[in-house]
């Protein structure tokens, strides 16, 4: 099989029809919204209510090491998630995969929101909580690079970038839904909050999940795929698309994955660490800091398309690369913001690093989309961003081990957080895209006979 290659995502030449990017871009929205709601209920859960829930018999930091113990744990399937919904994606369709994932994804979040606690059940809780989040870890590998790639592959040239933030606008959403849900509950009182009411936030998300099954079941499929499936690519006999990315791409996916890092570990540093820093040791209240992460989320949701809009003008890996690098620059004065014990300098101890988080995460999907060659693009960037999603989670129980080992100092905690960030920057200035990818997005104002093509071979 030929296929032209070397242009973005979504250049393809097939005749199939296509959905609206715009229609395309919220169905994205909503996938993404879905799972990082259910990210920012479960983290906000972690650090406020299941210690007490699931770990009573342990002291609270141990407890509180324990639940964060469980984002990791929860979190070993999203490799296997990215190879198996990639292979879906890659080989059967994207919307196939993005529609069993949603539904995997938000019925193990209502499923949690049903589970009885440590009092009831014993310790068959914790074990059918970490259970329940080992499934929709596979689900969670291969929703984000999927929603990213199907709006990638449907956008107009010049709003790659754009079009390709939507999912990321969705992180956003997803946030701000979870953290105004838990701030409102938790007006109701602590006890209130630990007894019932931190199910209220899990239950509601079968209605986003409702509404993105409708959406997502009415969208035509990514046109690069259909031209493939047209052609017969798409139903001939061929190696693994997992086998041709570690054999054919394993340094672009390495790379990928560290270029992530930060993105993913610095986001549940400020959601979860912090959270649990400001109730526990700075005195405030749990609805004041559901409020910081409300506020935090609100930057995501303005910023992250203002940033793609910067990077289809200035460059994809020039605006990454100056959000990446932002992150070094917040690592400390958020810490000394929090310390301020104001609310407002609460607020800003989240907004800030979350800015940073924005500007590199806006674009990013839209990049490293570009240095897989389209047979293995969904695998490909699945593994990379759920790779470091794996290692992402740790940051959490990691964080809270170094506060405590150092005296329940902040310092090993920001050092963490800029040493996060300083090995996504080397990963993603040493990264380049694998034969046949590109790894910018060719410039709308550029005739196509005269855009880079090159041929694979499959």
Known sequence: MSTTAGAPPGTGTGTAKRSGPWKIATASLIGTSVEWYDFGIYATAAALVFPELFFPELNRALGTLMSFATLFVG??????????????????????????????????????????????????????????????????????????????????????????????????????LSTGAFAAI?????DALVGWAWRIPFLLSAALVLVGLLIRSTMEESPEFEAARESGAATEKRETPVVAVVRDAWRTWLLA????????????????????????????????????????SIVVIVCT??????????????????????HLVVAFPMFWLAESRSVAGLWLAMCLPMLASTIAYAAIGTLVSGWFTPRTRYTGLSMSFQTAGLLGTLAPAATSWLFTSFGDSWTPVALAFAAMALVSAVCLMAARPTDGAADEAAPADVPDADRQTKTVTS
């Open 305 to 326: 398309p203002l940033a793609a809009l910067a990077a289809d003008r200035f460059g994809l890996r020039k605006v990454t690369l100056t959000g990446i690098l932002l």
């Open 186 to 190: 938790a007006l109701l009182g602590h």
């Open 257 to 296: 994955s560290g270029a992530f890092l930060i993105t993913v570990g610095g986001y549940y540093i400020v959601v979860t660490f912090m959270s649990t820093y400001a109730v526990s040791d700075l005195g405030f209240s749990d609805s004041q800091a559901a409020g910081a992460g409300t506020a935090a």
């Open 75 to 176: 979190a070993l399937g999203r490799p296997l998630g990215a190879i198996v919904f990639g292979h879906i994606g890659d080989r059967y369709g994207r919307k196939k995969a993005l529609i069993w994932s949603l539904v995997l994804m938000g019925g193990g979040t209502v499923c949690i929101g049903l589970l009885p606690g440590y009092g009831t059940i014993g310790v068959v809780a914790p074990v059918l909580l970490v259970l329940i989040r080992m499934a929709q870890s596979l689900a969670i590998g291969g929703e984000w690079g999927g929603a990213v790639l199907f709006a990638v592959e449907h956008a107009p040239p010049r709003r790659k970038a754009f079009f390709g933030s939507f999912p990321q606008v969705g992180d956003g959403v997803g946030y701000f």
